[in-house]
């Protein structure tokens, strides 16, 4: 059973463009999402996070948003550049009960920007 | 600086071996977390380390066992290695217990053969 969901395996878009990555999960109880961002043959990189209790966080090209009521996120990269190809996993976790703080994926999206 | 540091990066191995991955966390990280990456496949949690004790468990059989040291570096072990076994294992690093962004390590491809 998947609890974090990206239904969208590939995305591709001209460059300049915005790029909308979307994820959608299940579980309540996750309250802190994170966007990573992996090239081959490197592990997952860090790119942005958001807490349930806000609904945007912005940082430079790159914008979450959080519908809380959907259970669903989106990645908006503008303008989209050539290096920002890879795949985007989204991922969720939930602060309650001490130290539960272990990530859950979806099963990423790879995004082609073209020049 | 340094981020996190696995080794090896790639490993083959015959089924019904044992295996041992290691990984350094990043400097100032002292919780440490494992994960597979199956192809095609979003990373799947296998446990988490704080305090040289496994803090959490993933859906994992008990062949998948870890340990962490008192420098923070840390170690997975799986035991009766079986195919599906077959994937990248990642390490991720944190700060303390709170919720912060893990960063994460480039792997360690195992192939069970």
């Known amino acids: 059973d998947q609890q974090v969901k990206q239904n969208s395996p590939s995305l591709s878009v001209q460059e300049g463009r915005i790029s909308i990555l979307n994820c959608d999960y299940t579980?309540?109880?996750?309250?802190?999402f994170l966007w990573y961002k992996k090239y081959p043959a490197e592990g997952p990189t860090f790119l942005i996070s958001?807490?349930?209790?806000?609904d945007k966080n912005e940082d430079g090209r790159f914008t979450v948003f959080l519908n809380k009521s959907a259970k669903h996120l989106s990645l908006h990269i503008v303008p989209s550049q050539p290096g920002d190809s890879a795949v985007y996993f989204c991922?969720?976790?939930?602060?309650?009960?001490?130290?539960?703080?272990?990530?859950?994926f979806g099963k990423g999206t790879l995004l082609t920007v073209n020049p | 600086d340094a981020g996190v540091t696995q080794s090896p990066t790639h490993l083959i191995k015959t089924r019904g071996q044992q295996v041992t991955l290691r990984c350094s966390p990043k400097?100032?990280?002292?919780?440490v977390s494992w994960y597979q990456q199956a192809l095609g496949q979003g990373p799947q949690f296998i446990f988490q380390?704080?305090?040289?004790?496994?803090?959490q468990r993933g859906n994992f059989p008990d062949r998948f066992s870890g340990h962490q040291f008192p420098n923070y570096s840390s170690e997975l072990n799986v035991n009766a290695l079986l195919l599906g076994d077959s994937a990248l294992y990642l390490c991720?690093?944190?700060?303390?217990?709170?919720?912060?962004?893990?960063?994460f390590g480039s792997g360690t491809r195992l192939t069970v053969v």
């Open positions: 958001i807490s349930s209790i806000k």
């Open positions: 400097s100032g990280h002292d919780t």
């Open positions: 380390y704080y305090e040289e004790e496994e803090r």
């Open positions: 991720a690093s944190r700060p303390g217990t709170g919720n912060y962004g893990y960063t």
């Open positions: 991922a969720a976790s939930g602060s309650s009960g001490g130290s539960n703080y272990k990530l859950t």
């Open positions: 579980n309540s109880m996750f309250d802190y």
